[in-house]
T-cell receptor, first 114, second 116 residues
Framework: GENVEQHPSTLSVQEGDSAVIKCTYS??????FPWYKQELGKRPQLIID?????GEKKDQRIAVTLNKTAKHFSLHITETQPEDSAVYFC?????????????FGRGTQLTVWP | DAMVIQNPRYQVTQFGKPVTLSCSQT?????MYWYQQKSSQAPKLLFH???????NEADTPDNFQSRRPNTSFCFLDIRSPGLGDAAMYLC???????????????FGPGTRLTVL
């Protein structure tokens, strides 16, 4: 099956700085890559996703890049704010009979210091 | 508002005492998932349903069962909870529009299970 590696496991940045979280995947058939944000004690919430036919996607301060050849994708948060502090999970999925099964990375604890 | 609802939010049970967690959705999604999430770990998929078709993950213990009586509801039964089963249990839904496509999974707030 798919194996998703996520780095770093913890990340501390100063407010206003950028944060980058990187993930690699093993299954070349994976074609959907969502990022979830989970605040302490709350549900994971989708913040951005990208499909394999696109190399980059941006939504305000958040962007995701995908390199299919190298099988890695990254989350970029610019102008970080204290409310960005949370655990971020990357995931990979492929279509067909797998019904969108998500393979998650281990998560990155992001702390933004004011 | 359309959403994924889980009850109860907190469940305390005794070692070996069966427990049932419930999930309901108003999104009319045909796919429902159950995840187990332990502290500081990623959600781990236990099973999922496509309509009534049940899909069990190979490493899901036999102690865990699931039922989906209709589109809106899905239950997770833990037959004999052990201390290692203490975790957050997350329900999620998605809609499968066409083969080869993948769609966002919407998560419920979770049920935190404590085993005494």
């Amino acid at each position: 099956g798919e194996n998703v590696e996520q780095h770093p496991s913890t990340l501390s940045v100063q407010e206003g700085d950028s944060a980058v979280i990187k993930c690699t995947y093993s299954d070349s058939a994976s074609n959907y890559f969502p990022w979830y944000k989970q605040e302490l004690g709350k549900r994971p919430q989708l913040i951005i996703d990208i499909r394999s036919n696109v190399g980059e996607k941006k939504d305000q301060r958040i962007a995701v890049t995908l390199n299919k050849t190298a099988k890695h994708f990254s989350l970029h948060i610019t102008e970080t704010q204290p409310e960005d502090s949370a655990v971020y999970f990357c995931a990979a999925s492929r279509g067909g009979s797998t019904l969108g099964r998500l393979y998650f990375g281990r998560g990155t604890q992001l702390t933004v210091w004011p | 508002d359309a959403m994924v609802i889980q009850n109860p939010r907190y469940q305390v049970t005794q070692f070996g005492k069966p427990v049932t967690l419930s999930c309901s959705q108003t999104l009319n999604h045909n796919v429902m998932y159950w995840y187990q999430q332990k502290s500081s770990q990623a959600p781990k998929l236990l099973f999922h349903y496509y309509d009534k078709d049940f899909n069990n993950e190979a490493d899901t213990p036999d102690n865990f069962q699931s039922r989906r009586p209709n589109t809106s509801f899905c239950f997770l039964d833990i037959r004999s909870p052990g201390l290692g089963d203490a975790a957050m249990y997350l329900c999620a839904t998605s809609t499968k529009i066409a083969p080869g496509t993948n769609n966002e999974q919407f998560f419920g707030p979770g049920t935190r299970l404590t085993v005494l």
